[in-house]
């Protein structure tokens, strides 16, 4: 069982960057893969960026390449997305999630992929 709580959140400018975080409350965070989606009003869950469990190798949606970056820091079971240059539809809440099979070559950038899921953490941008 892996437990994930999302932090960082919060009401922004447009222009502004911000960094979410994601602690992993388990043993087991380093050897799995994790990801990053967000889910706005009304909206279908959509991938952001997803990390492979060492931290070699990094995806991320093709809409927001560029403006975002994810790392993760597996000796503090921490994983973060800074996002840069924030615009309006970035407003979303932002959910971490974590593999639920360790060591997997595959790196999903689909929901169904990721077995843990966070509480998810609320992302306002205004103008």
């Known amino acids: 069982q892996v437990q994930l709580v999302e932090s960082g959140g919060g009401l922004v400018q447009t222009g502004d960057s911000l960094r979410l975080s994601c602690a992993a409350d388990?043993?087991?965070?380093?050897?799995?893969?994790a990801a990053w989606f967000r889910q706005s009003p009304g909206k279908e869950r959509e991938f952001v960026a997803a990390?492979?469990?060492?931290?070699?190798?990094?995806y991320y949606a093709d809409s927001l390449k560029g403006r975002i970056a994810i790392s993760r820091d597996n000796e503090k079971n921490m994983m973060y997305l800074q996002i840069n240059n924030l615009a309006s539809e970035d407003t979303a809440v932002y959910y971490c999630?974590?593999?639920?099979?360790?060591?997997?070559?595959?790196?999903?950038?689909?929901?169904?992929?990721?077995?843990?899921w966070g509480p998810g953490t609320q992302v306002t941008v205004s103008s």
């Open positions: 990390i492979r469990w060492k931290g070699d190798d990094t």
């Open positions: 999630a974590a593999d639920g099979r360790a060591y997997r070559a595959v790196v999903f950038t689909t929901s169904s992929g990721y077995t843990y």
């Open positions: 388990g043993r087991t965070f380093g050897s799995i893969n």
